[in-house]
C-alpha cells in the first residue's frame, strides 16, 4: 500500500501539472490504525467530513488488489466482517476427579464442530458464501493434570450481503445454547459488507487499466476487508486497485518497480476520464 501512495502522489503531480483547472478537488488520504482497533484513522476522517456535510464521489483504496497483472483485478466490494470472542466456563479440578470437574473444552468443542460445519448462505452473483473460522483457542494451566475452568475461543465470520450480523449473532449464540455451553461472549462488528455496481468509478478503471496494459479487469468481492469499508457507507463509490498481492504479510514482501511505474499511469488516467 505504501507503494500505491508513491504512485497516487506522482500521478497525482502529473495530472496537476496538465490540468491545473480540473474539476472537484482531489485527496490523500493516509491512514493509520487500518488493521487495528480502527479507532483513530479513517473512522476519525469520516465523522469530521460527515459533520461537515462533505460528500466523497469517488474514492479508489490503494490495497494490493491484483492477481498476476497489475489491473488485472479490481476489488468493487468487500464481505463483512464479525468478530467473536468466547468465554466458555467450567469448574477446575484433577483430572483424576472427573465428578468434581466440568471440562469447557469438552462442552464447547461439539458447538465448534457444528459451527464449522454449519452452511450459513450461499452466497450471491458478487459475494462468496459466508465463512466462518475459529482463529485462536486458549484453555488450561499447562498442568496435563488440571481440567481448565475456562477456555477462551475468538472467531470470526466473513459474510455476504445474503446475512446481517444480527442474524449471525443469533444463530452462534442458538448453537452455543443448544450445547448447554455456560459462556459470556464479546461481539466486534469489524465492517459492513459494501458493493460498488457498475458506474462511473468502475468504468473509469476498467477503461483505464485496458488503456494502460490491455487487459480486461475482474471485480471481485474475494479476501479480507479494507478501509472502504468506512467510506463506502457516506454514499461514495469505492473500489480497490493496487499492485499485485502475491508476497502480501509474507517474509520478504515486495512489489515491481515497473509495476508501481504502470500503476502510476493507471491512477493519472482515471483522474483523467473523471475530472478533466
Not at 193 to 210: H, K, N, S, W, Y
Request: glycine share 8%; proline share 4%.
Amino acid at each position: 500500500m505504501k507503494g500505491s501512495l508513491a504512485a497516487w502522489v506522482v500521478a497525482l503531480e502529473r495530472f496537476i501539472d496538465q490540468h491545473p483547472d480540473h474539476k472537484g478537488s482531489l485527496a490523500l488520504l493516509i491512514t493509520s490504525d487500518e488493521e487495528g482497533p480502527f479507532v483513530d484513522g479513517t473512522t476519525r476522517v469520516v465523522d469530521a467530513l460527515e459533520a461537515r456535510n462533505e460528500k466523497m464521489d469517488w474514492c479508489i483504496v490503494g490495497e494490493p488488489s491484483s492477481s498476476n497483472k497489475v489491473g488485472d483485478t479490481i476489488k468493487n466490494g468487500r464481505r463483512g466482517s464479525l468478530t467473536a470472542e468466547i468465554t466458555a466456563k467450567g469448574i477446575q479440578g484433577h483430572v483424576a476427579y472427573p465428578h468434581l470437574v466440568d471440562n469447557p473444552i469438552h462442552k464447547v468443542a461439539p458447538a465448534l464442530a457444528e459451527l464449522a460445519n454449519t452452511e450459513w448462505d450461499q452466497g450471491n452473483d458478487f459475494f462468496p458464501p459466508t465463512s466462518f473460522q475459529v482463529a485462536n483457542i486458549h484453555g488450561g494451566t499447562g498442568a496435563s493434570n488440571v481440567v481448565p475452568g475456562q477456555v477462551k475461543i475468538q472467531c470470526n465470520f466473513r459474510y455476504s450481503t445474503e446475512v446481517t450480523a444480527d442474524q449471525l449473532v443469533q444463530r452462534l449464540e442458538a448453537i452455543l445454547d443448544s450445547h448447554q455451553v455456560d459462556y459470556d461472549i464479546n461481539w466486534t462488528y469489524n465492517g459492513l459488507p459494501f458493493l460498488t455496481a457498475a458506474g462511473e468509478l468502475v468504468d473509469a478503471c476498467q477503461a483505464a487499466i485496458m488503456q494502460c496494459t490491455d487487459q480486461q479487469t475482474e471485480l471481485s468481492t474475494a479476501g479480507g476487508t479494507s478501509d472502504g469499508r468506512f467510506i463506502a457507507p457516506t454514499g461514495a463509490q469505492v473500489v480497490e486497485l493496487g499492485p499485485c498481492n502475491a508476497t502480501i504479510h509474507k517474509l520478504n514482501e515486495c512489489v515491481k518497480i515497473a509495476d508501481l511505474e504502470t500503476l502510476t499511469d493507471i491512477y493519472a488516467d482515471i483522474m483523467q476520464r473523471l475530472l478533466a
